[in-house]
């Protein structure tokens, strides 16, 4: 006896013409279709503004350092966070498929190191160092760069903590002349620690160095001491206006109102050596002073952001195009290629 197959019906379909009757038989299983496809672009989160914006938070860090250093330290954490976040990211996906790789990942942290900490430090740095020889245009008479009066304004306000303005109430001249002897002496020793032959701290100082290499010839020197006569002879001038309760030209109404609540504060400590007022207006001329530098750095800080804020978007495209597709790509592929010796001496033996 034979044994039949058993035949499963229910993919058969009967179908009848004139002449005979066909069966067609399908598959039980018909092959799945083929998934259709996206034809549209990955777009990465990651690299879309504003978030994209996090990976620049430190640059701004950089930018407002002299005017605010724990802020601008802070301000570093948001972009630590983000190029770990992308990198990571990088890592693990391939667009949107699951595939962690090495290379992937080191590509990524290369970029992230050029676009967001390297170039643009650079920029903001340097627009910095613009933004204080343009300073020189706006005040011809003594043509000073920023930097060397922010240097000027910073030894004031400490000759201000050292010295008796008291005892030179009746001879201002001598205080000129004992506070340009030691000024010069200052600048002198400021303008040869901005020179180095030293290569590396050369170009140290050109890419990431705030402060430019400041040259003192005589006629510079010239200007600053006549620049720091004209700040001498306003200082005396508000001491005499605040001593006798005038309002200077220079204090806004919110400076003198501070110097009041100084005043007062003051009044309550009988044991000062210069007594109260002497005290209060010394303390007066500091926060003067300090604002003046204030200002200085908030110019150099604005030439920063300005540089930053012109260059943010070339940045990405110069590093994506020349550093990473046309150098670091081929590298990393010619590494990966690059058979090891174990697998030399494998290939070599199955010969």
């Known amino acids: 006896?034979?044994?039949?197959?058993?035949?499963?019906?229910?993919?058969?379909?009967?179908?009848?013409?004139?002449?005979?009757?066909?069966?067609?038989?399908?598959?039980?299983?018909?092959?799945?279709?083929?998934?259709?496809?996206?034809?549209?672009?990955?777009?990465d989160p990651l690299l879309n503004w504003p978030i994209r914006g996090l990976a620049f938070t430190n640059d701004i860090g950089a930018a407002i350092m002299d005017l605010a250093p724990v802020l601008g330290k802070l301000l570093w954490v948001p972009a630590l966070m983000y190029f770990g976040a992308d990198i990571y990211d990088k890592y693990k996906t391939d667009e949107r498929e699951y595939s962690p790789s090495a290379h992937r990942g080191l590509k990524q942290a290369i970029f992230q190191a050029c676009a967001s900490v390297i170039c643009p430090?650079?920029?903001?740095?340097?627009?910095?160092?613009?933004?204080?020889?343009?300073?020189?245009?706006?005040?011809?008479?003594?043509?000073?760069?920023?930097?060397?009066?922010?240097?000027?304004?910073?030894?004031?306000?400490?000759?201000?903590?050292?010295?008796?303005?008291?005892k030179y109430e009746n001879n201002i001249e001598g205080f000129k002349d004992e506070y340009n002897r030691f000024l010069s002496r200052h600048l002198n020793d400021y303008s040869k620690s901005t020179?180095?032959?030293?290569?590396?701290?050369?170009?140290?100082?050109?890419?990431?160095?705030?402060k430019h290499r400041e040259n003192i010839p005589e006629n510079?020197?010239?200007?600053?001491?006549?620049?720091?006569?004209?700040?001498?002879?306003?200082?005396?001038?508000?001491?005499?206006?605040?001593?006798?309760?005038?309002?200077?030209?220079?204090?806004?109404?919110?400076?003198?109102?501070?110097?009041?609540?100084?005043?007062?504060?003051?009044?309550?400590?009988?044991?000062?050596?210069?007594?109260?007022?002497?005290?209060?207006?010394?303390?007066?001329?500091?926060?003067n002073q300090k604002k003046k530098i204030y200002n200085t750095k908030l110019r150099k800080t604005l030439g920063g952001f300005v540089a930053l804020a012109l260059t943010i978007k070339f940045i990405d495209t110069f590093v994506e195009k020349h550093i990473i597709d046309a150098v670091v790509e081929p590298k990393l592929e010619n590494f990966s290629n690059k058979k090891t010796m174990a697998q030399f001496a494998h290939e070599k033996q199955t010969i």
């Open 1 to 43: 006896m034979k044994v039949l197959p058993v035949l499963k019906f229910s993919n058969i379909s009967f179908k009848s013409d004139k002449n005979a009757e066909k069966i067609n038989v399908e598959h039980v299983n018909p092959p799945a279709k083929p998934l259709k496809q996206s034809n549209m672009a990955y777009d």
């Open 195 to 210: 020179k180095t032959k030293n290569p590396f701290r050369i170009i140290f100082r050109l890419i990431f160095g705030s």
């Open 220 to 287: 510079t020197l010239r200007n600053t001491l006549e620049y720091a006569d004209k700040n001498i002879d306003e200082i005396f001038k508000i001491r005499e206006d605040l001593l006798n309760n005038v309002k200077p030209e220079s204090f806004s109404n919110k400076q003198m109102k501070n110097f009041q609540k100084t005043k007062a504060a003051f009044s309550r400590d009988t044991n000062t050596i210069e007594g109260y007022l002497e005290d209060a207006v010394k303390d007066a001329l500091k926060h």
């Open 121 to 166: 430090i650079i920029v903001v740095h340097n627009g910095q160092k613009i933004a204080s020889q343009i300073g020189k245009l706006n005040n011809n008479k003594n043509n000073l760069s920023l930097q060397l009066r922010e240097e000027i304004d910073t030894y004031t306000v400490n000759m201000l903590k050292r010295r008796s303005l008291k």
